[in-house]
C-alpha cells in the first residue's frame, strides 16, 4: 500500500502530538527548586536537560526552514527558563511552531536534503523526514532520561505509554 504525502504529514503531525501528551507530562513534574541539580558531573542539570527535552519540537520547524545546521557557525545557546511554568511555555511555543511547519510539508520537500555539520565535519546528511523523525526519537530519548532525573529525587513519574509504577498501587 503506497502512502500518500498527505498521510505522511499526518501521521508525523499525530506522532508530535501524541509524544507531546507524554512530554507536557513529565515537564510539568520538574521541580525548578531542583533545577541545578545533576545526577553525575558529565550529565545534564536538570534545567538543561528539561530546556533541551522541550525545544526538540521546535527542531521540526528548524528543518523545514534550512538546508542544515552547521555548530560552527551557530552556537547552541543554553535557554534558561525560572520556573516550571517557562519551562511548559517554551515547550508548547516549540511545539506549536514545530506543527506549523510540518503542515507546509509535501513529499517532495521532505525528501530533501538535510546536513548537521560543524564546519567542514559532516555529522550527518539525511533528508528533513529523517531529521524530523530523528528528533521525536531525541524527544522520546531524553524523556527518559528525564525520568531517571525526576526518580533519583523521588519525583512521582507520570505514565507514559500506560501507567507508571507510581499510577499502580501494588
Not at 542539570?45 to 538546508?67: K, Y
Not at 507546509?104 to 565535519?121: N, P, Q
Request: proline share 5%.
Amino acid at each position: 500500500m503506497e502512502t500518500t504525502n498527505f498521510e505522511i504529514v499526518a501521521l508525523l503531525l499525530n506522532e508530535l502530538e501524541q509524544e507531546a501528551k507524554t512530554t507536557r507530562k513529565m515537564l510539568a513534574r520538574v521541580p525548578a527548586e531542583k533545577f541545578d541539580w545533576q545526577p553525575h558531573p558529565k550529565s545534564m542539570s536538570l534545567m538543561r536537560l528539561a530546556v533541551h527535552l522541550a525545544e526538540l519540537p521546535g527542531w521540526v520547524a528548524m528543518t523545514m526552514t534550512t538546508d542544515g545546521l552547521d555548530f560552527e557557525n551557530n552556537p547552541y545557546e543554553h535557554r534558561q527558563v525560572a520556573s516550571t511554568g517557562e519551562l511548559l511555555d517554551f515547550f508548547e511555543t516549540c511545539l506549536a511552531e514545530g506543527k506549523a511547519a510540518l503542515e507546509t510539508a509535501d513529499e517532495e520537500f521532505l525528501s530533501k536534503e538535510w546536513v548537521l555539520r560543524s564546519g567542514d565535519i559532516i555529522h550527518s546528511r539525511e533528508t528533513k523526514y529523517e531529521v524530523i523523525r530523528m528528533s521525536i526519537s531525541q524527544t522520546i530519548h531524553h524523556r527518559a532520561q528525564l525520568g531517571v532525573y525526576l526518580r533519583l529525587l523521588d519525583v512521582p513519574i507520570p505514565g507514559s505509554y500506560g501507567p507508571s509504577a507510581d499510577d499502580i498501587a501494588f
